[in-house]
């Protein structure tokens, strides 16, 4: 009885956080500044998302964000596209971020490499509840240069909803969903196995995350250091 009055009280909670507010902003202009740390906690880098078209049909609607990634002395290493959606009581987020595509070698003044992407994306319920397990996720991404032939892929398995969790960074307090899950990266033949943990805010999305190696120790972590509207 006492554990069905707890999950009562969990979900109710749940609800009440939602109010129909999504896992990313969805205002024009927001930009999103996160910092990314390495095992020992050193700076090595930044992500930065910038909302770039926020499209609404009735209910439902797509964010579409620019992500810049910049090592850790600010210069521009990477710079990609992606669209989050809306659909119903689900988040639908593009897979391929999950793919570090500046390592695919690519020559100046090459002729355009050609790109297939396959996979399924990843869902994040609007409501969350702690306890629920969530559908796996998986992308593929290959690249033809000629005769050559490149491919990478992530597989995120064993998604979970921990727990619901205030969370502090730099200097600010969400309340967030905690989210596990493992993920498997195959990047040009080197395999990489790694255990991670975000935490998921609204009006946000990934406030803060960290990722272990197969002993548990922490391998790198990323947190949200600037909101800008």
């Known amino acids: ?64 964000y620019k992500m810049e990634m910049l090592d850790a002395k600010d210069e521009q290493k990477f710079i990609d596209e992606v669209t989050i959606q809306k659909r119903g009581d689900q988040m639908i987020i593009d897979m391929s971020k999950f793919i570090n595509k500046a390592a695919f070698p690519q020559q100046e003044g090459a002729e355009a490499p050609s790109v297939e992407v396959t996979g399924n994306n990843m869902e994040l319920p609007l409501v969350p509840i702690p306890g629920m397990s969530l559908p796996d996720a998986n992308v593929m991404m290959s690249m033809k240069m000629g005769f050559i032939n490149l491919k990478m892929s992530a597989n995120l398995t064993n998604r979970k909803v921990e727990a619901i969790e205030n969370i502090s960074v ?33 009006g946000i999305g990934v406030v803060k995350s960290v990722s272990y190696n197969k002993k548990g120790n922490i391998e790198s972590s990323m947190e949200l250091v600037e909101i800008q509207e």
């Open 170 to 202: 730099k200097g600010k307090s969400f309340n967030a969903f905690k989210i596990s899950g493992d993920m498997s990266t195959n990047v040009l033949g080197m395999k990489i196995n790694t255990h991670s943990e975000e935490w998921n805010a609204y």
């Open 1 to 64: 009885m006492k554990r069905i009055f707890v999950f009562t009280l969990l979900v109710i909670f749940s609800l009440s956080l939602s109010a129909q507010k999504l896992f990313f902003p969805s205002k024009e202009g927001t930009k999103l500044t996160y910092e990314t740390y390495d095992a020992k906690g050193k700076t090595t880098g930044k992500i930065l998302y910038t909302i770039k078209e926020v499209k609404k049909m009735g209910d439902d609607m797509d964010i579409t």
